[in-house]
């Protein structure tokens, strides 16, 4: 097809149709004025931003020494929580009551997850719960990292018992987050905004005592956002499947 069309700006000759679209006979780039670029980091800052991450990132991962196959990770969350580990590995007793508290906020998020579907008959934390720990155990399973030199353990921590456990990533705050996100679903903000405190702490401790790292914690977040959004979008396929489904049977009545 040959045809031209006009397009929003240009010349008519700039434009033709091919395959039902409109396609610009010159590069988009070419077209750009001085005012557009202006315009474009004045409306669009957030993205500028990235861009300027993006070349300063590039920069870093070039430049910066590779961490030897004998030393342990390097860590910024360790190294920021140095001070508390080291409170922690010298007296037992807080670390196990610590532990202790991060159990049981576990087991809440966990019966709050579990309730939103039973009692309340809404599925989506559940379903997201699902999907996350599935994800989890396929990637633990993939990649086993050790765990770091420093690592201050439990019995009374989830998993209780001292039993082993994958590193990548943390189910204790994806759990959290999901909890959370269903919170404000729900309106109930002030449970939302407690749940999103003790995360922060509850990372703090995980860090403390070397019982994940930095990405473990920072994915956990990704992840818990993620497997909301999935199981929400689950949820709308089987709802409009049910919708037609259900107007198909009338029709036929």
Not at 6 to 28: E, I, M, Q, T
Not at 110 to 126: K, L
Not at 158 to 167: A, C, E, R, Y
Not at 192 to 204: E, K
Request: glycine letters at 8%; charged letters at 15%.
């Amino acid at each position: 097809m040959g045809n031209k069309k006009a397009g929003v700006r240009g010349n008519v000759a700039d434009y033709h149709v091919f395959n039902g679209g409109v396609h610009s006979r010159k590069p988009s780039f070419m077209k750009w004025t001085l005012n557009d670029v202006v315009n474009v980091v004045r409306s669009h800052r957030i993205p500028c931003v990235f861009a300027v991450g993006l070349v300063f990132f590039m920069y870093v991962e070039y430049t910066i020494p590779m961490v030897p196959h004998s030393s342990p990770p390097l860590d910024w969350g360790f190294l920021l929580t140095r001070s508390f580990h080291r409170a922690l590995a010298s007296r037992p007793l807080l670390n196990t009551v610590l532990a202790a508290l991060n159990t049981v906020f576990v087991l809440v998020q966990t019966v709050y997850i579990v309730w939103a579907w039973v009692i309340e008959g809404r599925p989506r934390a559940t379903i997201s719960a699902l999907f996350m720990f599935t994800c989890r155990g396929i990637l633990g399973c993939s990649t086993q990292l050790p765990l770091p030199q420093e690592f201050l353990g439990s019995g009374v921590d989830f998993p209780v018992g001292n039993v082993s456990f994958f590193l990548f990533f943390s189910g204790h705050v994806a759990g959290a987050v999901i909890a959370s996100l269903d919170m404000r679903r729900m309106q109930r903000r002030g449970m939302a905004w407690l749940f999103d405190i003790l995360n922060v702490l509850q990372s703090l401790r995980l860090l403390a005592t070397r019982g994940h790292y930095t990405i473990d914690l920072a994915v956990g977040i990704g992840a818990g956002i993620l497997f909301d959004f999935l199981a929400g979008k689950y949820e709308q396929s089987k709802t409009t499947k049910t919708s037609t489904f259900s107007r198909s049977m009338k029709e036929i009545c």
